[in-house]
């Protein structure tokens, strides 16, 4: 028999690559906390049901946290030989080490690396999806923060990327914290779904000892029990789910980025990235390139991918537990640093880019105040679809005549297009006045704005 878990029915040799190939003792080493956590909580349920005796468990409880202490101060020793094939395979050989074999050899009753395995991916995943959490509310009130200090700045909002209607600059800026918001709600909905309880489902039919799952999810803080031990052992729609909303996140980062990158460029010049987040030319030495931006907006790339990828891993397996599954924890781990690392970044960027109001606003050009030429004449009484047909007009004779804008074409020229035009036109070609005018909710109006933060700071303390 040879010396791995499993060794007693084998004699013949593994292929050495195999070993390699087979081993995830080097990335799920990082759930070592949750492999203690569970075994811990597994024992004391085993002492319950009378299957180890009170001294037992203290020795296991015992060896279990001089482990995890071994691997917090970095001194745990992994096998060069490669039986350590994985966190639960090391823990338990290292367990043997330190309280004797005999004891050791008792913790595993009922249990199997399947129910094992999805216990400990679910403990190291809501903890890191709470890391992810506190810095997404960060990158949430780096937003609120900007709105509120540089409400009075107005530039020009796009669609199809051509000047469309003046905005104020913060409601740009709600527009992109209001995506971030309803990411960190669904977050929280996700982690609902991954905090419930696989240990106790055994290899998949169950476990035979009448261990207290209700117990083992209270005692790791678990809101629940999966309810079918085939199920227990095999669902990875958590993994999905948590790399289908990182998908959705680097989407919003995505877009947010690029705004960003266009509004950064001399022929916009509305932002200035702070030397921090810049990198310059190795050729030409006048440039400052937006590279923490462009990272931003390539690695969602990656992270669609590695959601894919295991979506494609997924599908046409059989049912319950197979060896595929393992490939859930590379995806993941990389997934959530990715998405850790890109929040952290956005922030800094965010909170450390310096805006020019006066470039904003001599980007804003009179013919953007067309709409509100129309609407003048709505509120005279004359039906839209006319008043969009004069103001129209309005433009293009101001074209024709060589006029900077509509405002310079004067009362007469106007009533010319319309007899309902008078003398208080003038007040149409404000920025300002067009801005304040949409104070409908979710409009662009300072009240509107404000609103919209008092929205988001409510979703932010959840
Ligand atoms: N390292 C394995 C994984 O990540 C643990 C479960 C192994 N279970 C088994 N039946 N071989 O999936």
């Keep these: 028999a040879t010396t791995k878990l499993w060794g007693g029915r084998f004699t013949g040799k593994v292929d050495p690559l195999m070993t390699i190939y087979n081993e995830s003792i080097h990335y799920d080493k990082r759930m070592h906390t949750a492999d203690i956590l569970g075994s811990s909580a597994y024992a004391k349920a085993l002492q319950q049901c009378g299957i180890i005796t009170p001294h037992e468990l203290?020795?296991?409880?015992?060896?279990l946290a001089l482990i995890e202490t071994e691997w917090v101060s970095g001194v745990f020793k992994i096998a060069d030989d490669?039986?350590?094939?994985?966190?639960?395979?090391?823990?338990e050989r290292r367990l043997g080490e330190l309280i004797g074999r005999e004891i050791a050899g008792k913790l595993h009753t009922g249990r199997s690396r399947n129910d094992q395995v999805a216990t400990d991916m679910r403990i190291w995943l809501r903890s890191t999806l709470d890391e992810i959490d506190v810095a997404l509310v960060d990158l949430v009130k780096a937003h609120v923060g900007r709105a509120e200090a540089e409400m009075d700045a107005l530039m020009p909002g796009?669609?199809?990327?051509?000047?469309?209607?003046?905005?104020?600059?913060?409601?740009?800026?709600?527009?992109?914290?209001?995506y971030f918001a309803s990411d960190l709600e669904r977050l929280?909905?996700?982690?609902?779904?991954?905090?419930?309880?696989?240990?106790?489902?055994?290899?998949?039919?169950?476990?035979?000892?009448?261990?207290?799952r209700e117990f083992l999810a209270k005692e790791?803080?678990?809101?629940?029990?999966?309810?079918?031990s085939m199920v227990g052992v095999a669902d990875r729609d958590f993994?999905?789910?948590?790399?289908?909303?990182?998908?959705?996140?680097?989407?919003?980062?995505?877009?947010?980025?690029?705004?960003l990158i266009i509004y950064s460029t001399q022929e916009f010049g509305f932002i200035k990235l702070a030397d921090a987040y810049s990198t310059g030319s190795s050729l030409m030495p006048q440039k400052k390139n937006p590279d923490s931006l462009e990272l931003l907006r390539g690695k969602s790339g990656r992270v669609f991918g590695q959601m894919a990828g295991f979506m494609y891993t997924l599908k046409g397996l059989p049912s319950t537990y197979n060896k595929d599954l393992q490939e859930d924890k590379e995806p993941l781990f990389d997934c959530t640093r990715t998405l850790l690392d890109s929040i952290?970044?956005?922030?800094?960027?965010?909170?450390?880019?310096?805006?020019?109001?006066?470039?904003?606003?001599?980007?804003?050009t009179m013919d953007m105040l067309a709409t509100d030429l129309a609407d003048y004449l709505v509120r005279k009484g004359v039906p839209f679809r006319e008043t969009h047909h004069v103001s129209g007009a309005a433009v293009s004779m101001a074209e024709d005549k060589g006029l900077k804008g509509i405002d310079e074409l004067?009362?007469?020229?106007?009533?010319?297009?319309?007899?309902?035009?008078?003398?208080?036109?003038?007040?149409?070609?404000?920025f300002e006045t067009s801005v304040e005018r949409r104070s409908a909710i979710g409009g662009t109006a300072r009240s509107c704005v404000v609103r919209q933060i008092e929205e988001v700071k409510k979703i932010i303390v959840g």
């Design 344 to 364: 952290h970044i956005a922030t800094g960027v965010l909170s450390t880019l310096s805006i020019n109001a006066t470039k904003m606003r001599s980007a804003l």
């Design 158 to 178: 796009y669609t199809h990327l051509q000047r469309a209607q003046p905005i104020r600059w913060s409601h740009w800026v709600m527009s992109q914290a209001s």
């Design 58 to 63: 203290s020795e296991i409880l015992r060896g």
């Design 188 to 212: 929280r909905q996700v982690r609902k779904r991954i905090n419930v309880c696989p240990l106790g489902c055994g290899a998949l039919a169950g476990n035979p000892f009448g261990v207290d």
């Design 220 to 228: 790791l803080g678990f809101e629940g029990v999966i309810g079918n």
């Design 239 to 259: 993994v999905v789910e948590t790399m289908m909303w990182g998908s959705l996140l680097m989407g919003h980062i995505s877009r947010w980025a690029e705004d």
């Design 82 to 91: 490669g039986t350590d094939e994985d966190i639960h395979t090391a823990n």
């Design 410 to 430: 004067g009362l007469e020229r106007l009533k010319g297009l319309s007899g309902e035009f008078e003398e208080d036109v003038k007040h149409v070609f404000d």
